[in-house]
């Protein structure tokens, strides 16, 4: 089955611990990217990545890290999470078919993070 | 910059009632637009899409037509369910590079009363 998969999907921790919001994508996507979901505030991109390597910034990158090591993962790093990054977070991928076409993301489970 | 504004929720309906969301987008050139539906506790699923003005995006009951002119695309269907109980989101492709990157409206949540 094709799917994007999220661990953990729910995660408490208390500020400045790290941690790490893995995702993994099974349909061989170049595109994947992390979304926090805030309630007023729909999605808001944080990173994305066009392939293996190749990774920036979305709108709202600041206190997070990511890598795309292999193509099928790309895992959100929190390397010192503060209260303000308590959301719902969504991994979603992508193929890429040329400039100026659209294509359809595929979006995890989502992964709801609170820290204290 | 781009931005994509919709109906504030929630909206709360009965089974069989004629529903209309709405959504208004501001952009440069020529966006996509799309619908997405979130589940209770799932990520979010592509509804229907239109790519240029006056195509219709159609799925499941649901259609909204990409109105350049009133920069607009509502999202209507005719008789919901209960099983249309979802949290449905707006959103529009600034397909300036081959990775499209997708501006997301502050989503709508919809009820359906049996």
């Known amino acids: 089955e094709a799917q994007v998969t999220q661990n953990p999907r729910y995660l408490i921790t208390v500020t400045g611990k790290k941690l790490t919001v893995t995702c993994s994508q099974n349909?061989?996507?170049?595109?994947m990217s992390w979304y926090r979901q805030d309630p007023g505030l729909g999605l808001r991109q944080i990173y994305y990545?066009?392939?293996?390597?190749?990774?920036d910034k979305g709108d709202v990158p600041e206190g997070y890290k990511v890598s795309r090591k292999e193509k099928r993962n790309f895992p959100l790093i929190l390397e010192s999470p503060s209260p303000n990054q308590t959301s719902l977070y969504f991994c979603?991928?992508?193929?890429?078919?040329?400039?100026?076409?659209?294509?359809?993301?595929?979006f995890g489970p989502g992964t709801r993070l609170t820290v204290l | 910059g781009n931005s994509v504004t919709q109906m504030e929720g929630p909206v709360t309906l009965s089974e069989e009632a004629f529903l209309t969301i709405n959504c208004t987008y501001t952009?440069?050139?020529?966006?996509?637009l799309f619908w997405y539906v979130q589940y209770p506790g799932e990520g979010l699923q592509l509804l229907l899409k239109?790519?240029?003005?006056?195509d219709k995006g159609s799925n499941k009951g649901f259609e909204a037509t990409y109105r350049k002119e009133t920069t607009s695309f509502h999202l209507e269907k005719g008789s919901v369910q209960v099983s249309d109980s979802a949290v449905y989101f707006c959103?529009?492709?600034?397909?300036?590079?081959?990775?499209?990157?997708?501006?997301f409206g502050s989503g709508t949540r919809l009820s359906i009363r049996p």
């Open positions: 979603a991928s992508s193929t890429l078919q040329g400039r100026g076409s659209y294509n359809e993301q595929f």
């Open positions: 349909m061989n996507h170049e595109y």
């Open positions: 990545s066009m392939n293996v390597e190749v990774t």
């Open positions: 952009a440069t050139g020529y966006p996509s």
């Open positions: 239109a790519t240029k003005a006056d």
């Open positions: 959103a529009l492709s600034e397909s300036y590079s081959s990775a499209s990157k997708i501006i």
